[in-house]
């Protein structure tokens, strides 16, 4: 099945330190990829994406995201997390031949100072 | 900015009860979903519809489950009746896009629902 996975199911960070949270996905050829943030009892903000040509995505809040075929992820990169990045991350990819939004379990992060 | 509006905020009802969640799109988008998100999981689409049409309903319980967009723009989505293992985030999303693909879709803050 054409799916993401996200690995970790919760990571902590000390504020100021950089951070990568891990996206792998199924099925060989190149989906259509995102990640997107919730905060606590919000709706999804997107953060980035990648449909194609450079492998290195920039995103907002300083956020961003290198696809590598040959591992099959799509990591989300910050160099230096604030206070405010405490959330629940979602990886998430469109399916080839039905062409919907498939997302995976998440990863909340926390931030200690 | 333009944002898609959900309500209520926080819905609590008893089990058998009906109950009915609004969502207004963007202005100008065709496309809107229904996402139902429980909780510690990523969210799972209800239905799809474009303009007025339901172009995929597959994971919708369609014994319990409705949802319609009669003038293509905004949408309910009912319950009836209310099961405990209906409690989660109901989110709707709008797209632009035209084509079914949701290359990027905008998130309202979602409905809470609490089912005792």
């Known amino acids: 099945a054409q799916s993401v996975t996200q690995p970790d199911i919760h990571i902590t960070v000390s504020e100021g330190a950089s951070l990568e949270l891990r996206c792998n996905y199924s099925?060989?050829?190149?989906?259509?990829l995102f990640w997107y943030v919730q905060s606590p009892g919000q709706g999804l903000q997107l953060l980035l994406k990648?449909?194609?040509?450079?492998?290195l995505v920039q995103g907002i809040k300083g956020f961003e995201a290198e696809f590598k075929r040959s591992q099959s992820s799509f990591n989300l990169r910050k160099p230096s997390v604030h206070w405010s990045d405490a959330a629940e991350y979602f990886c998430?990819?469109?399916?080839?031949?039905?062409?919907?939004?498939?997302f995976g379990t998440g990863t909340r992060l926390t931030i200690i100072p | 900015e333009a944002e898609v509006a959900q309500s209520p905020r926080y819905k609590i009802t008893e089990k058998s009860q009906a109950v009915a969640f609004w969502c207004d799109p963007i202005?100008?988008?065709?496309?809107l979903y229904w996402y139902r998100q429980i909780l510690g999981q990523g969210p799972e689409l209800l239905v799809q519809?474009?303009?007025?049409?339901?172009?995929?309903d597959s994971q919708l319980p369609k014994d319990r489950f409705s949802a319609e967009r009669l003038k293509g723009v905004d949408s309910t989505l009912k319950i009836q009746p209310a099961e405990l293992g209906d409690s989660a985030m109901y989110l709707c999303?709008?797209?632009?896009?035209?084509?079914?693909?949701?290359?990027?879709?905008?998130f309202g803050q979602g409905t809470r629902l609490t089912v005792v």
């Open positions: 519809f474009q303009d007025e049409s339901v172009v995929d």
């Open positions: 990648y449909f194609s040509g450079d492998t």
């Open positions: 202005s100008g988008h065709a496309t």
């Open positions: 998430a990819r469109i399916n080839f031949g039905n062409e919907k939004l498939t």
């Open positions: 099925y060989g050829a190149t989906p259509y």
């Open positions: 999303a709008s797209s632009s896009d035209r084509t079914g693909r949701s290359t990027e879709a905008f």
